[in-house]
């Protein structure tokens, strides 16, 4: 028998909404603890050994990683809740990932190279794009080997017209060893730790705007979206 589909009036979507709810409020709560410790605690690091140091800094790290991927997975189960409200956008995506990746704070040894046309533009869900946009980031960032520099580039294909997001990264990733759940259903093996996670989301996220995210040979990410047609911001002659 087929899954029922999970939408937001279904008996299932109602008894999850008090746990995003708690999720959202309750477990964020914690790590914004950790995070504020870490904080003082670095405001006082002229009085702490250098490896005293380092473990606050290690620790503050983990904890803006558990809340990064937190939020990613909240608004994940939203999609699937039917819950989120999408809000469609024409979005330059040159400028687009130039601030996710600025904003984004990733290890200061990951170089990115991006070729995109300025003015090439997509109309899609902000929110998904940039919640997809950080759990790649977080892919290479904690996937990637040796002398990390990732190469982005985006072009626009096909009739009809989809984007196509091409990352070239040297990865290496990790692979669940467990027999019983190391494959998923088409037959691929399952990816673990942090960029198995962030993958699976960003796969999630990427099947929601309508598109596809595969990997190659653990050096290229493959993005597809949809590219519909952008509204014109210039007035009518």
Known sequence: MPK????????????RQPM??????GLQTPISAIRWGCGRLKRMAAGLPPEQRQIVEDVQEQAKLLS??????????????????????????HDFLQTVVAASALPQDVSWKLSCPDDLRLR???????????????????????????????????TPQECIVTIHAPLQLALVEDAAIARQEDGQRIVGGVPGVMLSVAAALAS???????????CKIVLKLPSPPSVSVLPEA
Do not use: C, N, W
């Not at 995003?20 to 409020?25: I, P, R, T, V």
């Not at 790649?136 to 985006?154: E, M, S």
């Open 4 to 15: 029922a589909k999970r939408t937001a009036g279904t008996p299932a979507a109602a008894k």
């Open 208 to 218: 929601a705007l309508g598109g596809s995210l595969q990997v190659h040979d653990e």
């Open 124 to 158: 899609t869900d902000r929110a998904l794009l940039t919640a997809l946009t950080e759990a790649l980031l977080l892919v290479v960032a904690y996937g990637a080997r040796g002398q990390r520099t990732v190469h982005v580039t985006i072009a626009r294909h096909g």
């Open 68 to 93: 990064r991927m937190f939020e990613a997975l909240l608004l994940l189960a939203k999609v699937e809740d039917g819950t989120h409200i999408s809000a469609l956008q024409d979005i330059y995506l």
């Open 20 to 25: 995003l709810y708690l999720a959202s409020h």
